[in-house]
T-cell receptor, first 110, second 114 residues
Framework: RKEVEQDPGPFNVPEGATVAFNCTYS??????FFWYRQDCRKEPKLLMS???SGNEDGRFTAQLNRASQYISLLIRDSKLSDSATYLC???????????FGTGTRLQVTL | NAGVTQTPKFQVLKTGQSMTLQCAQD?????MSWYRQDPGMGLRLIHY???????DQGEVPNGYNVSRSTTEDFPLRLLSAAPSQTSVYFC?????????????FGPGTRLTVL
């Protein structure tokens, strides 16, 4: 089983739609969780950290479920500019080890 | 601030050739790392450094060497290139390797080994 698993998509949604991605992780000792965004042929950039209590940043909401070992990302009112690949990232104990999921591709259309 | 810079952007090598991928950051970050990204595999950690003079292996270190003589620079050396090393290479830095510290990535180097 992969340490971090994501549905590769693509998720094709119309502008204005709400879309949600899930990511599961296998190491129950994982301590930190992130969502990064990667545009085509560009470097990943931090979208948001995921806290135990859940957190929101504008149209983006991240949730953590430790019991079921998954994190989620909800995007409301999707924009064309949200089209990208969303990477789930988990830090498993040691500061140096970040494990990246393979990413979920989102395509927002008119 | 330029952030994290990488050179070259593109490189084609023949099997057996060696080369160095350059990475520099101007944010005075202690922690630097190298990843490779392959289709369907996600980013995988090659080597990392928690400060000048200190390096350690990541998940896929074979075939690569690193050194960290200054805080700013963290070059990645391919000793004898193989087609399996065809990939996109990203360098990243953060204030520390701490759990909540954002990693800043360079623009990547696209390497093809023939």
């Amino acid at each position: 089983r992969k340490e971090v698993e994501q549905d590769p998509g693509p998720f094709n949604v119309p502008e204005g739609a709400t879309v949600a991605f899930n990511c599961t992780y296998s190491n129950s000792a994982s301590q930190s969780f992130f969502w990064y965004r990667q545009d085509c042929r560009k470097e990943p950039k931090l979208l948001m950290s995921v806290y135990s209590s859940g957190n929101e940043d504008g149209r983006f909401t991240a949730q953590l479920n430790r019991a079921s070992q998954y994190i989620s990302l909800l995007i409301r009112d999707s924009k064309l500019s949200d089209s990208a690949t969303y990477l789930c990232v988990v830090n498993s104990g040691t500061a140096s080890k970040l494990t990246f999921g393979t990413g979920t591709r989102l395509q927002v259309t008119l | 601030n330029a952030g994290v810079t990488q050179t070259p952007k593109f490189q084609v090598l023949k099997t057996g050739q060696s080369m160095t991928l350059q990475c520099a950051q101007d944010m005075n970050h202690e922690y630097m790392s190298w990843y490779r990204q392959d289709p369907g595999m996600g980013l995988r950690l090659i080597h990392y450094s928690v400060g000048a003079g200190i390096t350690d292996q990541g998940e896929v270190p074979n075939g690569y060497n690193v050194s960290r003589s200054t805080t700013e620079d963290f070059p990645l050396r391919l000793l004898s290139a193989a087609p399996s090393q065809t990939s996109v290479y990203f360098c990243a830095s953060s204030e520390t390797g701490g759990r909540y510290n954002e990693q800043f990535f360079g623009p990547g180097t696209r390497l093809t080994v023939l």
